[in-house]
């Protein structure tokens, strides 16, 4: 595990081996038989522990599979076989004597098949570099759910915080720290380390630093926000000729790779989420209610909205969104109109349309 859980925690987030195994075995499954996946679909929607069991078993498998890339013997197949099946089962609650049985039944299903025993012929150079991807440490992945956040603790002891509906991948070597921000956002603290640079890749974006704090929000699939609590942070767009340096308060986005202008916000604003809160001082009204959103049930269509830029300050509980949504609509005079099946359509009243 790459990651550590505090306190309690770390028994209920951690799906059990026998859990890990059979998501393994139906992950494998529907990729050998693509008719397979509803049943694996179905087997992730039982729990959040089978969801998160089957998200370790992709995250393994996608090592696992890369074998097929690589042209192999038929000897080096079944060698590979046998040692990623044997690391699978050494993870596993199966004692020992039952790993050395399943040892013998593939080496002498080996040497039957083959006619002679493999000690003599070693991995070619291709069918290595693949045992050894197989038995590195495998990326995690983490997710929150709606309405869920959770605090997890790297093994060089920064810590990152996982804001409501966010999932990321987490790497760890001797020379770097990686994590890749699928969605949601992330409030990262870490340890200074300036042999080993800590990056935060999300779409277009590598966000890179060496001790800091700050904030990762992918806010769909095109648009990246980077704000900074405190430290410096190198903010690389792919397609951009040179990188991009933020400091405490500076907010930056990429949208498509382009970069945006740096912009300051306080900082009591940002990473207020982790406490439960939304802070906005003096906040224009068009980003108060983009930062509402992901705490609503609706998705907001505000481009009705006359006077956007009206500032907007005040705390707000993420788990009242819709009511904080109300109570904005009724401060600055915005109607609501639900269209489809949850896009929330605002408009200005006519009244304060300015002139």
């Known amino acids: ?18 859990l890990l195994r059979d998501a393994f075995d139906l992950v494998v499954a529907a ?13 992730r929607r039982r729990s959040l522990a089978h969801e998160r069991a089957a998200a370790q078993a992709e995250a393994k498998w996608e090592v696992m599979g890369r074998v097929e890339d690589v042209p192999l013997s038929r000897l080096d197949a079944l060698k ?26 593939l080496i002498a299903a080996v040497y039957l098949s083959l006619g002679h025993g493999f000690q003599s012929q070693p991995l070619s150079d291709a069918a290595q570099v693949r045992v050894e991807e197989a038995a590195i440490e495998l990326p995690e992945v983490y997710r929150t759910r709606r309405g869920q956040q959770r605090t997890v603790l790297l093994e060089d002891g920064s810590e990152v915080w996982l804001d409501w509906q966010t999932e990321l991948t987490v790497v760890m070597t001797d020379s770097e720290r990686e ?18 640079p800590f990056s935060v890749v999300s779409d277009d974006a ?17 648009t990246v926000e980077i704000e900074v609590l405190e430290g410096a942070v190198r903010v690389q767009p792919e397609n951009a000729k040179a990188a991009t340096r933020l400091g405490a308060a500076d907010v930056l ?13 306080p ?12 802070v906005f001082e003096q906040r224009p009204l068009i980003e108060a209610l983009e930062a509402l959103e992901p705490y609503t049930s609706y998705q907001i269509d505000a481009r009705h909205v006359f006077d956007s830029n009206r500032p907007v300050s005040g705390t707000f509980l993420l788990s009242k969104g819709d009511a904080a949504l109300r109570a904005i609509m009724q401060s600055y005079q915005l109607t609501g109109e639900v269209r489809g099946q949850n896009t929330l359509e605002l408009r200005s009243l006519a009244s304060v349309r300015p002139r």
């Open 1 to 18: 595990m790459l990651f550590r859980l505090e306190g309690d925690a770390l028994k209920d987030q951690q799906p059990d081996n026998r």
């Open 31 to 43: 990729y050998e038989d693509p008719k397979r996946e509803p049943e694996l679909a179905a087997w």
């Open 267 to 278: 900082l009591a604003e940002i990473g207020s989420w982790r406490d439960g809160i939304l």
């Open 179 to 196: 994590v890749q921000l699928r969605k949601g956002r992330a409030l990262f603290k870490v340890v200074s380390d300036a042999d080993r």
């Open 80 to 105: 590979l076989a046998i040692q990623v099946r044997l690391a699978r089962l050494s993870e596993s609650s199966v004692q020992p004597f039952a790993v050395l049985s399943v040892a013998a039944a």
């Open 206 to 222: 590598v966000a890179t630093v060496i001790g800091t704090e700050f904030v990762v929000y992918r806010l769909d699939g095109q």
């Open 253 to 265: 986005r990429i949208t498509e790779g382009e970069v945006g202008r740096i912009r300051s916000r």
